[in-house]
């Protein structure tokens, strides 16, 4: 039981920046109908500016919460500078344009992590634990570093998911998505909407990299792995469905966990990738279409 406890805890972390992040993919071919390959990327920056920031300013005497506060204020801005970057001067003039957005991406792949590599270098990051201890949770011993991100992703999670319901700007974006034409025809700026969707996008990826930069180790190419598994969830799903990049999220982060921790991680890989193509062939469209 207390496995089983532990288990769901850290799937449930895993899970909620799996959401963080495939929520950005979602929005974005939502609202434009492209596929941003580069959004591993702009979680990558983020990630690895945390990594790299915490240990030097820890080293100049800060504490831990403040350098960790500081590092992802920096980490935000630079995530939502690089999606403004790469909308204004890029995916701008490719909107609705899958082939030309696909190459588009690609290069902004190729070229952001040769940039990362020459800035940051090619080693592996890791950083020492924010808050120490453990706290026991239903009888099950868990880090209290991993309870706290695990409570903030779900927190960030909720809030996100009840703005994009209930906000003016939430009800825009899903309009665009669900027919763009017809939103424009009641008033709606699409041109401003989908800047402001990328914009969100590319926070959402910088606060998935801030929460998992502390449980994992960090590379200049870490978002090339949260990238696949984030297209996963929005294949199980359904590309343009908000909830459905919810629970194809907590569908990958769950069968991960139980079946690394039951059987061996690439087994775990391995079912996930058998669920997308059950899924595909019975719901071409995904589990909750789009919705």
Known sequence: MQNFIQISLVSLQIGAVYILFSLGLTLIFGVMKIINFAHGQVFTLSAIIVAVMLPMLTGWGWSPPVAFAASAVVALLSSVS??????????????????G????????VLLLEGIYLDVFGGQVRSIPPLITGTVDVF???MTTQRLVLCVA?????????????????????????????????QGIPYERIALQGFLIAALLAGVAGILIAPTSAVTTTIGTDYLLKGFIAVIIGGLGSVPGAIVGSLFVAFIEGF????FDPSGASIAVFVLV??????RPKGLMGNV
């Open 82 to 99: 690089l999606g403004f970057v790469m909308f204004q001067y890029g995916f701008r003039f490719y909107q609705r344009n899958l082939v």
């Open 277 to 282: 193509m059950v899924v595909l062939v019975v």
């Open 101 to 108: 957005s696909f190459i588009l991406s690609l290069g902004f």
């Open 153 to 185: 992703a779900i927190v960030f999670t909720l809030i996100l998911y009840f703005a994009l319901a209930k906000t003016r700007t939430g009800k825009a974006l899903r309009a665009a998505s669900i027919d763009h034409e017809a939103a424009m025809l």
């Open 259 to 262: 079946g690394g921790f039951y």
């Open 139 to 141: 009888g099950a011993p």
